[in-house]
């Protein structure tokens, strides 16, 4: 396909003519001036000539904006440049105000085209195009005092703002790619998906473990989308947008250190790699963010297993095949039955489905739709009746006739149609799989983790391998492992450093115990600058792990050498007296030295009064009904997407036939699945790790709409609200988070303190329309990570089962096999009384012994005295005046003066209570979910406690 020729122009010529059908600036000004505008760009990329087959821009303008007047009778009905929210519509929007003006916008975006002469292929001019040059504009230096930033958004078409022009000619290009020999337009979805996911990720030992399993899906899933985007262009893949993300970026690392321009001063410029500075900052190359499964369109002849499959399974033969040999360099090789189980293994260890569905006409999509039980249909016919009117000879002068061939409309208006029709012939296909049965042998150790495959290293293997110095601290707790579960074990230092580039000290996770200790290093820091006690003791234990370098796992001569930062960067579960008695089989000399560093703990712990927490969690964050937010089910209303003055010449113009059409869904379209895209790498590239990280955690994985994170106990509650704040584009969440994040407009995000390699303007987040659950399991830190994970998942099950979604649930597993289940609604009351509680009852990190308002006996009173009125029964009126009586005697009883003297208000307090018992009577609730709340909190804020 890219060698192909029509009419002399070359694949790829075609492309990028295509792409520069519309200049980006186009929405300032639809007169024939921007058609001058394309060609002057053109000629800066050093091409001649017009892309006279038009048909795939009609194709992507009629489904990105479903069906409206024509230019000429419609002008009145835009709204100037502006951008609606395409999850929120007009409620959370950008005016004609947060653009630059017109001379401005036109200047930054003619100064920024990248036209470098250091590139001379076609497909690598287009590749810049498409990649360079929203970034430059947005970027661009004489334009960040104009808002330059929001040229991002400038909209496709000014009556339905909802897209913004780069998708638009994104799309164009992508369906002029499915041009056939014959000069026919042949398009076709490809939905492809991989598995398993969930059972291979949670399948861990450690943080690392887990990491490594969603990074290594993502990683593979970067590479067979890199094949539909060689063959074909980046633009073609539409879900997940490849544009801006940074591990796809690290795979075109060539093109982009060839981007080189020649400056005003005749020399060379840096290449744009360095000026993304992935190479400093590899965490965002690093982190899981790809799902297991792409949309793109193609031709109806490609061919999947040829280009995409085999770059799928070369990859991952690739990464088997450099474990292995760094096995063996290692002197730990994988030989006989062994190295046959690991061959088999890793030739059944991925389920591939695919299916293409080439487009037929629209009424054909519609009528084949209308046959599965599925979808949202019943907008898209709507639709339909409000298109076909325009047919009639009284809307001659509106209709725009690109949108239809010989009175059809084009196949492109069909786009939600073909992806439902796509994506339910996936999900039949992958019904009737065929099942295979497992190969494996009974008289064979099994994998400690999966319990399915047979290990391959287990029993002497994992004892030498443990004692080595180079892999030991890999296999230090020696359980038997398949083949994949080795892969995850060591494909980082094995693949990803040795042959892909990354640095080995990215990969040096925070253990469980280190995450869990995390408060107390704050509360450490504290001691240590107030008192010259904790001072000396600090510096023994410091100089005792120093001396301790042989028995640990990290690294810790290349620590920093000031205290503060020591203790800052030093891996913290080396402050728990657990870490240094769990060190076994030492001799006399080693065993000295580990009682030696145990000592000095202890007596750290004894001059900062406290210690380390024990217990943490895990936090698992799912966004609700995203399928439905695919599908076109849950899409703003089409009011809700157009202009005032649009709805006005609908409803005016054609009463009848759009009354359902105006208040039904806004139709899937491709601008829709780009940004939509767009919106959940944002949150899960840039926001999620802030978050997290601001709590003290740790990210694991973040797919968009999927997060996985561990987390300090209690930061877990506060850590749910910062995510969901940020992935609803909450206006309050700089307030929260003013380190990390910028004042930005609702349904947006703005980072603080970016890194080159991070945007700088405002980003596009789900918005409010849009909600998450959140599941959060804590147990004791000798808990296996992977039960916890599992219990996080179930807890995220139930906030969207049992609680209606946009809810928060909470396990916690207490050491004495006690167990605390609670959850809300996030707009419950319930979640302003935890906070005014904790408030007045948790002592402050650097004040752990101060007398809070709020006595310890509290929350016991309060579960006690509540429980023995049906507290598991649904909460009626006269239990909630019972419980209010009482709470009021606890309130007294259990209250005074803040130790400065401050009153506390007790009537705040008391209508806290009020509101939330008020509001579980409304949900179904009992009086145990109110005492579980008061149990969870007391059981959070005894820092440092044996609990």
Known sequence: MPCQRIRGVTFWQRKILSFLHDPPEKPYDYSPEHERKASSYLQALGLLGEWKQKQADWCAAAADRFIAPRGRSGTSLGGGVQFFHPLAG??????????????????????????????????????????????????????????????????????????????????????????????????????????????????????????????????????????????????????????????????????????????????????????????????????????????????????????????????????????????????HPIEGTALELWRAQISNQWRIHWQVLPWSDAEAALSALSQIPSGSGATIHAAKTVAMAFQGDERKEDRDDRCFKNGKLDAGWAWSAHYQLC?????????????????????????????????????????????????????????????????????????????????????????????????????????????????????????????????????????????????????????????????????????????????????????????????????????????????????????????????????????????????????????????????????????????????????????????????????????????RKAFQGDPTLEKDYCEDFKIAPQGFVRLENCKPSEPSWNLLVPGPSATVSVGIAIGHIKEPLQDMIQEAQKAEKHAKNSLDRDALSIRLFKRSGEQVHWGAKFGSPAFKLSNYFAQHYRAPVDKPKKIMPISGKFPYRVCSMLSVYEAGDKLTTDLQQIAEKELEWIVKQNTEKSAEGQDFCKDTLRDHFSAYLVDLIKTGGTLNDFCSLFAMEAFLARQGDER
């Open 90 to 331: 007009k409620k959370c929007s950008l005016s004609a105000l947060d653009f630059p003006s017109q001379a401005d916008g036109e200047k930054i975006i003619s100064d920024s085209i990248p036209a470098f002469q250091s590139v001379s292929d076609d497909q690598s001019t287009f590749w810049n195009l498409w990649r360079l040059w929203l970034h430059y504009s947005v970027t661009h230096h004489s334009g960040q005092n104009h808002n330059a930033g929001n040229l991002a958004y400038l909209p496709a078409d000014t009556r339905i703002p909802d897209t913004s022009i780069w998708n638009h000619c994104s799309v164009v290009s992508a369906i002029e790619a499915t041009r056939a020999d014959s000069g026919d337009l042949a398009p076709a979805f490809l939905i492809f998906q991989i598995g398993p996911v969930q059972e291979f990720i949670a399948q861990a030992q450690s943080t690392r473990d887990l990491w490594s399993g969603s990074f290594l899906l993502s990683w593979l899933m970067a590479h067979a989308m890199k094949a539909c985007a060689d063959e074909l262009g980046p633009d073609t893949v539409i879900f997940p947008s490849l544009r801006g993300q940074p591990l796809y970026d690290w795979l075109e690392r060539t093109r982009l250190e060839a981007a080189k321009f020649t400056t005003t001063d005749g020399t060379e410029s840096d290449h744009f790699w360095n000026s993304l500075n992935l190479a400093e900052n590899q965490r965002l190359p690093l982190t899981p963010g790809f799902p297991n499964r792409f949309l793109a369109i193609v031709p109806s002849d490609f061919h999947v297993q040829e280009k995409i499959c085999s770059a799928f399974e070369k990859e991952w033969t690739n990464i088997a095949e450099s474990c292995l040999a760094w096995l063996k360099d290692k002197g």
């Open 423 to 723: 994506q339910y012939q996936l999900d039949a296909r992958r019904q009737t799989r065929e099942f295979d049965a497992w190969k494996g042998e009974n008289k064979f150790v099994k994998d400690a983790f999966s319990g399915k495959e047979e290990a391959v290293v287990f029993d002497e293997w994992l004892k030498q391998a443990g004692q080595s110095r180079e892999i030991g601290h890999l296999f230090r707790h020696r359980q038997p492992l398949g083949a994949p579960n080795l892969i995850k074990r060591i494909w980082h230092l094995a693949h990803l450093t040795a042959k892909r580039g990354f640095d080995k000290k990215e990969f040096a996770f925070p253990s469980v115990p280190s995450i869990a200790a995390e408060p107390w290093r704050n509360r450490a820091l504290q001691a240590i600058a107030r008192g010259t006690s904790p001072w000396n003791d600090f510096l023994a234990f410091k100089n005792s792990v120093e001396n301790a370098q042989t028995l640990l796992e990290f690294d810790a001569s290349n620590l920093p050498a000031d205290e503060s930062k020591w203790l800052n960067k030093v891996d913290a579960s080396i402050f728990h007296a657990s870490f240094w008695e769990n060190l076994k089989e030492l001799n006399a000399d080693e065993l000295a030295i580990r009682d030696s560093a145990l000592a000095a703990l202890r007596s750290l712990h004894g001059s900062v009064k406290s210690k380390p927490d024990k217990y943490y969690a895990v936090l698992a964050l799912d966004g609700d009904e995203i399928g439905k937010w695919l599908s076109g089910e849950k899409t703003p209303r089409v009011r809700e997407v157009i202009t005032d003055e649009s709805v006005k010449w609908f409803e005016a113009k054609m009463p009848r036939e759009s009354r359902e059409w105006l208040d039904g869904h806004r139709p899937l379209s491709p601008g829709y699945h780009l940004q939509f895209s767009e919106a959940l790498a944002n949150f899960g590239l840039h926001c999620a790790r802030r978050i997290v990280e601001h709590h003290g955690g740790r990210l694991v994985y973040s797919g968009g709409d999927d997060v996985l994170a561990i987390l300090p106990a209690d930061e877990a509650i506060a850590c749910a609200i910062g995510l």
